[in-house]
């Protein structure tokens, strides 16, 4: 009968392991990947540009997620940070308190999420992340 010719992308997407996201993320790319979006976040407002609070809130919860598996969590926790975003923008104009509480919650949140340390070895998410040194010592 006829094959189906499998196409180079076709092979590529469904037997190239090194294409696959990690299902878990190490506290020091998440910090690192956080530094980066702040940054991205911090150019485009000196450029004039509003960055979209939809996908900085969709971006976060993707790290979130990841976060969350490294230490055992499932990825509801992250359930959290869009809920606080969203009370944070119904809340009323005139309660600079609520916005306040609101913001600190927020930020604990994110400091919650990189600093609870993750699994040493394989949880029910997979094998922990692959440590890679941010900075490497020089060779002489």
Known sequence: MFTRHRSAT????????????????DRQTYWAMLAAGLAVTAAL?????????????????????????DFGGGGWWAAAYPLLVLCLLTRPADAAVSRAVLDLAIVGLV??????????????????????????????
């Open 45 to 69: 407002q000196a450029f004039g540009f509003r960055p979209n609070l939809g996908a900085l809130t969709i971006l976060m919860v993707m790290l979130q997620i990841r976060r969350a598996r």
């Open 111 to 140: 400091a919650l999420f990189g600093a609870i340390p993750g699994d040493a070895g394989f949880n029910r998410f997979g094998p922990p992340p692959r440590s890679r040194p941010m900075f490497r010592r020089a060779q002489a």
């Open 10 to 25: 076709d092979r590529l997407w469904r037997d190239d392991r090194a294409l696959r996201r990690p299902a878990r993320l």
